[in-house]
């Protein structure tokens, strides 16, 4: 299990509803806030001109969700020659939280999505953390616009691994499942 502390007060912990004492993980987190981002998108007003979109689709049978993400970001030039992304906020009414104390202070759902699928593509390409060599992000990219202007996007596609855990009160709940160390 890759271990994560989403912080006190966040909108998605990582940690499962099968077991709501145990410890948090990176993959639930990351599908935690890619399925936020979605039901957010589906039920927000949209910032308009935006091309912004999730879809999810999930396969009950395979359990696996197909997921994929395309966010307008900022780029920016960083002491030291690094270049930084920022998603902005495209969803009017979003009542996310990145929680303090844990290892995302994201100001908003879109700039959280990108720094956790990051966060998980990094774990899936260290190999003392990903010995099996599993991979569920076939594509985590950052793109300039083409004509030297300063639009630039991040995408991602990813055939994340998920659970469907039976309720106590009744009804299910899909979540990521937990495939690093």
């Not at 004492?21 to 957010?40: D, N, P």
């Not at 997921?67 to 906020?89: H, S």
């Not at 699928?117 to 991979?135: F, G, H, S, W």
């Amino acid at each position: 299990m890759a271990p994560h502390t989403s912080g006190s007060g966040g909108s998605v912990s990582g940690i499962s509803y099968s077991d709501p004492q145990g410890a948090a993980s990176l993959e639930r987190y990351v599908y935690g806030i890619l399925s936020l981002l979605e039901q957010q998108e589906n039920s927000l007003t949209r910032v308009p001109q935006r091309t912004d979109r999730i879809t999810i689709t999930a396969n009950l049978s395979t359990k696996t969700a197909a997921i994929d993400l395309l966010l307008n970001v900022v780029p920016a030039n960083a002491a030291g020659g690094v270049t930084t992304y920022t998603a902005t906020d495209y969803l009017v009414g979003s009542t996310f939280t990145s929680g303090t104390g844990g290892s995302s202070s994201a100001p908003n759902l879109a700039q959280a999505a990108m720094e956790a699928v990051i966060a998980l593509k990094l774990r899936e390409l260290d190999p003392t953390k990903n010995p099996d060599k599993q991979t569920a992000i076939t594509r985590c990219t950052h793109t300039l616009a083409a004509s030297g202007g300063t639009d630039a996007t991040f995408s991602t596609l990813l055939e994340f691994p998920i659970e469907i855990i039976s309720l106590p009160g009744g009804g299910n709940v899909i979540e990521g499942k937990v495939y690093l160390s």
